[in-house]
Every structure is written in C-alpha cells, then in structure tokens.
C-alpha cells in the first residue's frame, strides 16, 4: 500500500520507516527543508538506535522516500497519517493542535480520491472529529474517514516496540477504515500482536491514560522509595516484591530522580485539561503531576545534603543528562532541574553524557561539558548518576574514588550496590535505602 507519513519527528519517522519495512511504499513528508535533505543524505534528524540502517536500506529498495511537497505525496495514498507534533501550548498547558489542524486542511486540498486518515499524533479527544469536519468541510465531494491510531513507542528502543508492540489501538467508526488499517498492520497482526479496533474517542483516549497510569506507577513507586528511606526498607526488594504479582507487574517500577521526556510531562498536564473542560477532575493524574515536579527538584537538594550543607564553591560531577538513555532527547530531564539546585547554592557543575551534550549546551548554562565519566569525577565533591546508561555500569570505581576530592557517590538510579561501591571507600547514596 501507499503510505504517506506527514511529519518526520520522532514517530512519523520511525512508523514510516517500520512500515516500509514491512513492504509499504512509504512518502515522508516535513515543512523543514534541512530536515528532508539530511535524511535523503542518510543523516538522521534524532539519535535512536538502528534507525539509520533501518532507513538506509528501505531507501535503497525505494520503499521510502522524503520531501517536503506534500501535495505530490499526497496523490494516490491508500493511507495519511498524520504524525506532527502536538506540544503543550504556551500559557495554559492544552495540546497545541496547530500543527493537526493545518495538516489537514493541507491534506483537504491535495486529496485525489475517497481515502482514509489516520492520527498518529497524540492528540485529545474530539480531535479525530474536528479533523474530519475540517476534511468534509473543504472536500464534501470524497468519502473521507478519520482513524485514530496512537503510537506506544519509546524514545531509545522505538523500532523494537513498534515491530513488537503489546497491541495495535485502532479507533473508527467504519468497517472500510478499519480493512485498510488491517491491511497496514498485517505484518504485525499475522504476528500475533493484538488489535483493538474501538471508537475514535476511545482510542485517543487510550494513549493518554496509557501514559497517565505508566506515570502515576513511576511516581508512586518513588514515593515508596522516600518511605522505604524513612522505615530502613529497600525500595528495589519492594518493587519486586509487589511486581511479581501479575495484577501489578515488574516494569515501570523503578525509582528515580522522576520521570521527564517528550510524552508523560506533556501528555499528563494536557489530560488534566480535557478532564477540567469536562469538569470531570482526575485527582490521581493532578497529584502525580505535583509530585514529580517536586521530586526533580528535590533531587538537587538530595546530592546537597549528601555533601553535608556547606557546598558554596565545591563541585559537582554529573553522569547523564538526558531523560533517559539511549536518546539525546533532553526535554523536561530530571537533570534540568537539577542543575538549576545546584547552581543556585552556588556549587560548580561538571558533566559527561555520551549522547545528549549537545542538545543540552544551550539548556544548562556555564556547566562544563567533559569527554568521558572519569574526567567528571576528576577533582569533584560528589559523584551524582542521573541517567543510567549502559556505559555508567561498570565503571572503575577504585579508579573514580582515587581521583575525587571527595569520595561520594549519589546514584540516582540504583545501578550499583552499596557493597561494591563501599568496598572501594566510596561513601554511596542511593534512592530509597537507608543510607
Ligand atoms: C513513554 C511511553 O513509555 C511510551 O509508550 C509513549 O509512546 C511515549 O512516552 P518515553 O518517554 O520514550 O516513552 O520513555 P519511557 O521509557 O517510558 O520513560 C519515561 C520516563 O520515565 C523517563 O524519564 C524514565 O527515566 C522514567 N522511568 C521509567 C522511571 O523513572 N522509572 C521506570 O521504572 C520507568
């Protein structure tokens, strides 16, 4: 089938990558002219792990195709997702539907024929409505139908889950949009993944609670972990303890500085807003907002008293930078906040990331960037792990302990234990165990 993808972002790139994979002609189209010319010369717009390869050979077999006319690309698709952007807006905190609603008049005006689009954006309920009548509106002569058909996809092993998915979610109001969509996934679904086909309203829906929940997990397990501080528990035998119960389950049960990134932060507020403007207040969502926020703050005041409160002029080496690993993606990371703690008692900052430093340079003022984790432990008054890259996890630790000022060890994300951290006269912090 033909599939046009508009949007080049992270999931239109990645789904439209996948889909070609899967033996769909595939037109990626974006308004950024720089964009569309390094990846027709193979240069990706993000860092994610075996994307290249995946582009560079859908490319070669002329499966997949990039530019930014999207009239052309437009033209004869048996499917349009629709895969923009949908940040907070400004001031209030609502999905920005700005980039949708323009897709789709752009869409309107260069349809050739009777054709089904599909929002993958996350996007509020209604929306999919609001597409469609701006379609009929302008094109009353086609049979148009709008699906949604939300993105489960993480930054960092995006191609896994999106060849792998836990389910498809599939939301239409007719039989016809729902075979094309059958058709589009049926690599996937021959694989066994499961397909729920719902209302639109449903599945736009389903994203956001998805997100809201998995949040809501993340900031109840670190909750328990400032308890399991306070009682003398540790938060890890908690978590499996209670994840090993199928009804709860293990994953996204791990306490840390709180959660950040391109979805939970954003698509947790906007949930908010759909529930107020139906006066409908989801008061787990709110407070799981509240906390994080005050956790990420929190945490810069946790290394500060580690260092035992006289800190003006010492330094703080930092390990990650961005939200999480395997990305250079640094939108609302623990480690912005952070930063700003640090800064503001006057402590110098130095920091090693082995993706995200350039995003981060202009976001974090005069911290110093440094080539590796040893040179950001060099001469410092703490150690502190924010991210938990692969590579953080077996560094020399005797080696880290000599050449510190002072031996401390904050590790935001449990990746060691006390006892090998301790065997090298490392004084060791870690989240949710006495310490
Ligand atoms: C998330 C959803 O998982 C994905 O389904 C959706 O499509 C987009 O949003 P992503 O933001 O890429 O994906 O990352 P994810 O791996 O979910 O992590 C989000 C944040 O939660 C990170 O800051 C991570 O460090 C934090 N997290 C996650 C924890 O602190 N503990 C956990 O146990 C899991």
Partial sequence: MKIT????????LVSGACFSDFGHSVVCVDKDPGKIEALEAGRMPIFEPGLDALVAKNVAAGR??????????VRDAGAIFIAVGTPSRRGDGHADLTYVYEAAREIAGALTGDTVIVTKSTVPVGTGDRVEEIIR????ELRVEVVSNPEFLREGAAIGDFKRPDRIVVGSESEWARDVMREIYRPLYLNQAPMVFTSRRSSELIKYAANAFLATKITFINEIADLCEAVGAEVQDVSRGIGLDNRIGAKFLHAGPGYGGSCFPKDTVALLKTAEDYATPLRIVEATVQVNDSRKRAMGRRILQAMGGDVRGRTVGLLGLTFKPNTDDMRD?????????????????????????????????????VGDAYEAARDVDALAIVTEWDAFRALDLTRIAASMRTPLLVDLRNIYSPSEVERVGLCYVPVGSPS
């Fill in 5 to 12: 993808m508009i949007g080049a972002g992270y999931v239109g």
């Fill in 137 to 140: 509106e302008l094109r009353p």
């Fill in 64 to 73: 997949l195709s990039f530019t930014t006319e999207l009239a052309d690309a």
């Fill in 333 to 369: 990371a623990p480690s912005l906040a952070i930063i700003r703690s640090l800064q503001d008692a006057g402590v110098s900052i130095k920091a090693y990331d082995p993706e995200g430093m350039e995003v981060a340079r202009p976001l974090i003022g005069d911290v110093e960037l």
